[in-house]
């Protein structure tokens, strides 16, 4: 049987994401703030809340991500940007998937293949930010991109059929994206769930410290 944590899974992707695995038969454990205590900011916390799960685990994938860190909306001009806001946002969207993978290691097989995936998102590529702006989250999911690429190296070497990447979902119909879509395409977390996981299951080691869209395509750093 095939087995997978998915970290945020009372929000709308994870959640979204944890049916389609169990109807597939994979046994899913689900894990968020909410339900389970898992606090990314906090290591102790990920690392007792990961430490109760024995099993290895086929998937890991972080659905975690805050646009308004404590409350701090995007900024659109230079003297929007605070030390609060991009400390907040490192804080969930960088390190605290970074201190998942740390902790989830022991639950990496080594003899199968796996997937560990982070939500990313485009605003995170640097060779595509033309419009500027959205500091804090920007620069928080480049420094995602970047922890995830230079952990897939290291896990090469001790997991070398492991595949750990980031993921762009797209703009999905969530909380964390209603007063910021705009004039955007959405599209609904069970559409996004199921190119994820399209996605996911077409993955190969030689992908591995990538950063990929909904749709399998490569996205620039």
Request: aromatic residues 4%; proline residues 6%; contains cysteine.
């Amino acid at each position: 049987m095939q087995t997978a944590v998915i970290i945020g899974a009372s929000g709308g992707i994870g959640g979204a994401l944890a049916g389609p695995l169990e109807a597939r038969g994979t046994a899913v454990t689900r894990l968020s703030r909410r339900v389970d205590g898992l606090d990314l900011t906090d290591e102790a916390s990920v690392e007792r809340v990961l430490g109760r799960l024995s099993a290895p685990q086929d998937l890991i994938l972080v659905a975690t991500g805050v646009l308004a860190a404590d409350g701090h909306p995007p900024e659109k001009a230079l003297r929007q940007v605070t030390a609060q806001a991009l400390t907040a946002s490192y804080a969930v969207n960088a390190i605290g998937p970074m201190l998942v993978l740390k902790h989830a290691l022991r639950l990496i097989p080594r003899d199968r293949p796996s997937v560990f995936a982070a939500l990313s998102a485009r605003v995170g590529s640097i060779g595509d930010n033309r419009l500027g702006g959205w500091h804090s989250y920007r620069a928080s999911k480049a420094a995602l991109n970047q922890l995830i690429h230079g952990a897939a190296i290291e896990l090469a070497r001790s997991h070398p059929q492991a595949c750990a990447v980031c993921l762009h979902p797209g703009t999905v119909e969530t909380p964390l994206t209603r007063d910021f879509a705009g004039d955007h395409p959405t599209v609904t977390p069970e559409v996004a769930a199921e190119q994820l996981l399209r996605v996911i299951d077409g993955l190969t080691p030689a992908q591995s410290g990538g950063f990929f869209d909904w749709a399998g395509r490569d996205i620039p750093w």
